[in-house]
């Protein structure tokens, strides 16, 4: 299986700051087929399910205001969240498609400062 | 637009079964593989397996072999997932998702709970 660890575990930004979450795969994502990585990233606000937000690794979802943005190939990746607004309050998860078992990282919980 | 409809809330005893519906509308129901994925209080998300509704295929996480099976009903467009065996550890909310290579599509969850 391929583990996906995240860092930090929490993060506390001050609003319009700059918030900066990584995560790490135990194998490379990158899927020579589609030539993409298989790498997409969720924010779950409390009580709601998990939302899209970035998927290969680095294509905004429909709707993502554009403060969010995503990077990283083959092992390593970052979401960033260029200037943190109120709404942004939320846990943070990343997630392999490259195969089975699906796998996600262990979520980032992000407040303000 | 795309919808995914769970059923309600469950609570049931230990070693009991449940049984969670995930109604898909929208689109081509048998094109898409139906992903579960739970999470329990205060936790991550696990995911548990998925099921291709053009024939049944399915594919379980190992640690829910034996106990979850994934079937699908094309005529209302509908994959339930059934967990036996429950303990209070599978006290979770139940996710069904519309795969698209990523989870674009989640349903409202169900949160069943097992309590003696």
């Known amino acids: 299986d391929i583990v996906m660890t995240q860092s930090p575990d929490s993060l506390a930004v001050s609003l319009g700051e700059r918030a900066t979450i990584n995560c790490k795969s135990s194998q490379n994502v990158l899927h020579s087929s589609t030539n993409e990585n298989h790498l997409a990233w969720y924010q779950q606000k409390s009580g709601q399910p998990p939302k899209l937000l970035i998927y290969h690794a680095s294509t905004r979802e429909s709707g993502v205001p554009d403060r969010f943005s995503g990077s990283g190939s083959g092992t390593d990746f970052t979401l960033t969240i260029s200037t943190l607004q109120t709404e942004d309050v939320a846990v943070y998860y990343c997630q392999q498609y490259y195969n089975i078992p699906r796998t996600f990282g262990q979520g980032t919980k992000l407040e303000i400062k | 637009q795309v919808q995914v409809v769970q059923s309600g809330a469950e609570v049931k005893k230990p070693g009991a079964s449940v049984k969670v519906s995930c109604r898909s509308s929208g689109y081509t129901f048998v094109d898409y593989h139906i992903h579960w994925v739970r999470q329990a209080p205060g936790e991550g998300l696990e995911w548990m397996g998925h099921?291709?509704?053009?024939?049944?295929?399915?594919d379980y996480a190992q640690k829910f072999q034996g106990r979850v099976t994934m079937t699908r009903d094309t005529s209302i467009t509908t994959v339930y997932m059934e967990l036996s065996s429950l303990r209070s550890d599978d006290t979770a909310v139940y996710y069904c998702?519309?795969?698209?290579?990523?989870?674009?599509?989640w349903g409202q969850g169900t949160l069943v709970t097992v309590s003696s």
């Open positions: 099921i291709y509704p053009k024939n049944g295929d399915t």
């Open positions: 998702l519309r795969e698209t290579w990523y989870y674009r599509d």
